[in-house]
């Protein structure tokens, strides 16, 4: 059973940065990409930031870019957001998310939340 363990959330004031990272139990190229999403309270999940596996490409929401950046460590099995320039629109609950390219089932993290304040 694949497990996705997000953590580095927290508090932090506008402006400010925090780094999520997401662990995944086995290997990430079991993946085709790798995704964070973010659902704020009262607000749809929303898909954030997007890296291939093996290629590394990368795609951002139009709300997070150039603040954000998203990366992965193949050997830690690991892929991270980097947030900048934090906005209190930022907070919510993020998750990791990831498809398996085999046999197409979905896998979502518990999700850690960012608060971001004014």
């Known amino acids: 059973q694949v497990q996705l363990v997000e953590s580095g959330g927290g508090l932090v004031q506008a402006g400010g940065s925090l780094r999520l990272s997401c662990a995944a139990s086995?290997?990430?190229?079991?993946?085709?990409?790798m995704n964070w999403h973010r659902q704020a309270l009262g607000k749809q999940r929303e898909l954030v930031a997007t890296i291939t596996t093996l290629g590394g490409t990368t795609n951002y929401a139009d709300s997070v870019k150039g603040r954000f950046t998203i990366s992965r460590d193949v050997a830690k099995n690991t892929v991270y957001v980097q947030m900048n320039s934090l906005k209190p629109e930022d907070t919510a609950v993020y998750y990791c998310?990831?498809?398996?390219?085999?046999?197409?089932?979905?896998?979502w993290g518990k999700g850690t939340l960012v608060t971001v304040s004014s």
């Open positions: 998310n990831a498809e398996d390219r085999h046999n197409g089932m979905n896998y």
């Open positions: 086995g290997s990430i190229f079991r993946f085709n990409a």
